[in-house]
């Protein structure tokens, strides 16, 4: 018979008893002539239908609402290791902490065959996180999905299993595999150990080439230290290239917030933030030595996910939310969704020359940022000779009626210049982005065009832009950094800015990089002011009129 079987790695030299959840009650049954080489845990629950409230107010008997749900996990030793079959909710049933990371895309990216994939998961390099699923109708390549390997995570695949006798089978996975396949009891001994053969199998690397550009680190030796690592970081507050971010797909239709601690929702008036902070999420749920804070603590530490009536629909676990990069003997390793990855050093080295080799502008050495805000420093320094402000200063595009910032600053040198403090992947991943959209609506939005002259008006700069023409403005990107010495970026970022500045140089544009140094002196002076900022936005009237016209 066949059907799809879903099935994770343990670790090696584990026994049963490590590899199962310690919380949860299950009965053991035990199989084969060796006692512990097939071993089968079930446990059974019954509970009342979520659903059921909807009749309370009919009388209808309670029992009658009540379900029963029955899930098992079969444990078959190969070697050293145990391959663990699930079954209905059974991964409950496993120590998430067992487990090999990984295990089910390493095993679909052996068996699978390269040019029948039906589905790709996959996750941006950047702070702002975006997590899709890429389907194609026809099974085709890995050039069909628009994955950008130096850009992107591959998270899972699905894919059609070449054999022999054309008998169908899929597999697909991240940390559990799940395969398509002909099964019987007997038959699980043979699956499992196909299964762990396919995981050390290294055939993946001719077939996805790319893929060690950014691998899955499962050296337990390598990890520990980067473990290490990560907490003295925190123990240190030194959380700047640390961030959350969903580590799946979330369903936004019945989703009201994430909440951080559970005493907000035991009082009723829990504290929902529409999107993950680390920043607040070490503020509203602090760990009970801030100073001694271990990877096992961070482990325990859960996020939960509400709806619109405050109840709870899922919860992720800290740990598996934290992205960030350390650096470990030279290497340079990526923390995403509870993974560590190292980045090939021949990769890195690729986007370290890039980063190199882009032009330094050297236009704000003698103007340091030692302001309250980001838009008080670009209107001290636009003189509107030399520098022009366009900074909250809005344009629309013709059928969207939705203000864009088209730059920061527009000097006479023709540079557009977008600008940005220091702050982690995010901040900087914006900054990037700002900079190919504005260039996006300049060559294929002429509405725009208008907007930024009238925006000009009051100056002494003009800006004069046609598509077809050589192109003769540069694009600056800028940060504020209190650092000495260098432009500093984060590995995250650099990998960032290189897919962005290939773009904008693919349209014909020159690529420079600017460092806006901070004075400290003078910076405790600006925040001490009182009153508001007094920075305000701007809308031009023809971007009025061509509302208007829509």
């Not at 059907?3 to 026994?15: D, Q, S």
């Not at 702070?127 to 994955?147: P, W």
């Not at 989703?255 to 005493?263: A, D, I, P, Q």
């Amino acid at each position: 018979m066949k059907r799809n079987i879903v099935a994770f790695l343990g670790k090696e030299n584990l026994t049963i008893s490590e590899l199962q959840n310690e919380e949860k009650r299950f009965t053991t049954h035990l199989f084969g002539d060796v006692d512990d080489n097939l071993v089968l845990c079930l446990a059974s629950s019954t509970a009342q239908a979520e659903w059921a409230t909807l009749f309370s107010e009919y009388e209808v008997e309670p029992e009658k609402f009540r379900q029963k749900s029955v899930k098992g996990v079969l444990f078959v030793k190969v070697d050293n290791r145990y391959v663990m079959f699930t079954f209905g909710y059974g991964r409950s049933l496993i120590n998430k902490h067992s487990i090999e990371r990984g295990f089910g895309l390493r095993v679909s990216m052996n068996l699978g065959d390269p040019e029948q994939l039906k589905s790709i998961d996959k996750s941006t390099l950047e702070r702002v996180t975006r997590n899709t699923r890429s389907q194609v109708a026809l099974n085709s390549g890995i050039q069909d999905f628009d994955f950008e390997f130096d850009h992107e995570i591959l998270k899972s695949i699905t894919a059609i299993i070449n054999r022999p006798d054309d008998e169908l089978e899929m597999v697909s996975g991240n940390d559990s595999v799940s395969i398509y396949t002909e099964i019987e009891f007997d038959k699980f001994p043979e699956v499992a150990e196909r299964l762990v053969t396919a995981y050390f199998s290294e055939d993946y690397k001719e077939q996805y080439p790319w893929a060690e550009f950014i691998g899955l680190e499962s050296d337990p030796l390598i990890i520990k230290e980067l473990e290490l690592k990560l907490a003295k970081c925190f123990n240190e507050r030194n959380t700047l290239e640390f961030w959350l971010a969903p580590p799946r797909i979330i369903d936004y239709e019945d989703f009201s917030g994430f909440v951080y601690s559970t005493k907000t929702i035991r009082n009723g008036s829990p504290c929902k933030h529409p999107q993950l902070s680390l920043e607040a999420f070490l503020s509203e749920a602090p760990f009970k030595n801030n100073t001694a804070i271990t990877i096992g603590a961070m482990k325990t530490k859960n996020i939960y996910l509400l709806n619109g009536n405050d109840q709870q629909i899922d919860v992720i676990g800290f740990f598996e939310a934290l992205n960030g990069e350390v650096e470990y003997n030279g290497q340079n390793y990526i923390l995403n969704d509870g993974h560590w990855y190292s980045i090939k050093s021949s990769f890195a080295s690729e986007v370290e020359s890039y980063f190199q080799r882009l032009p330094r502008w050297d236009g704000f050495e003698d103007k340091p940022y030692h302001d309250r805000r980001e838009c008080c420093y670009l209107r001290r320094i636009a003189d509107n000779e030399e520098i022009a402000i366009l900074d909250q200063h809005w344009v629309r595009q013709k059928d969207i009626k939705q203000n864009y910032e088209f730059c920061d600053l527009i000097t006479q040198c023709d540079r557009i210049i977008h600008v940005k403090h220091y702050g982690g992947s995010s901040v900087l991943s914006h900054l990037f982005a700002q900079a190919t959209t504005g260039l996006d609506m300049l060559l294929n939005c002429p509405e725009v065009i208008p907007q930024i002259r009238e925006h000009l008006e009051d100056t002494y700069l003009s800006f004069y832009f046609e598509p077809s023409s050589p192109r003769k403005h540069r694009i600056v990107l800028a940060v504020i950094q209190s650092r000495e010495g260098e432009l500093h970026l984060p590995f995250f970022s650099k990998v960032n800015l290189r897919h962005h500045a290939r773009d904008m140089e693919n349209k014909g544009f020159k690529v420079e990089l600017a460092k806006i140094a901070v004075d400290h002196s003078k910076v405790p002076d600006a925040l001490n002011k009182s009153g508001k900022c007094s920075c305000q936005s701007k809308t031009a009237k023809c971007t009025v009129e061509l509302t208007k016209s829509t």
